[in-house]
């Protein structure tokens, strides 16, 4: 397969999953470096996948290992750094804020702000990072600390209506 027919492949994949920018943001695992330097050294060996207790990294459409919070969240265990032997990953188990530069979002389709009664993510969130705040007629408001998120994605995995998203917040350095 050549380079055009991967570009119109991958095109028409994003398409079809409902990414029309054509642009898709794969989540790496904890304590990646940044994303040129990622693909550079990762050799896709799988060593992090088979690592990780939560099973949450996963391959991207390149193979390469990503994140996917649907069954569960990272308990930055750290074993996928440990048993990284390329580089791709890189820093002290111990330094949880290096490991990770991410942080929720959740957006207008979350049942709370609609209305209905649901806690789901607050109560699966060890941090405690997200509150609800109580609103007129009896609503509430789901808010983030963002001082106490760590992006772990606990309550993507929980939500019904697919209302989380994690994303970066700054770009990695190294």
């Known amino acids: 397969m050549n380079s055009a027919t991967s570009k119109i492949s991958n095109s028409r994949r994003n398409f079809l999953r409902g990414n029309i920018t054509d642009k898709v943001q794969n989540i790496r695992p904890p304590w990646s470096v940044n994303e040129p330097l990622f693909l550079e050294r ?99 408001l789901p808010e983030i600390n963002t001082r106490s998120c760590t992006g772990c994605g606990q309550c993507i995995a929980v939500c019904p209506t697919n209302a989380i998203s994690i994303h970066e917040t700054i770009e990695r350095s190294l």
Do not use: M
């Open 42 to 140: 990762c050799d896709q060996c799988d060593d992090c996948l088979d690592a990780c207790h939560e099973k949450i990294i996963t391959h991207d459409a390149d193979g390469y290992p990503c994140l996917n919070f649907s069954q569960s969240g990272c308990t930055f265990c750290a074993e996928c750094l440990e048993i990284c032997k390329t580089g791709a990953l890189q820093g002290l188990r111990s330094d949880i804020e290096q490991a990770w530069n991410h942080i929720i979002r959740i957006s207008d389709s979350c049942l709370s702000v609609r209305g209905v009664v649901c806690r789901s993510c607050g109560d699966h969130c060890d941090e405690r990072a997200i509150k609800f705040t109580l609103l007129t007629l009896g609503r509430t």
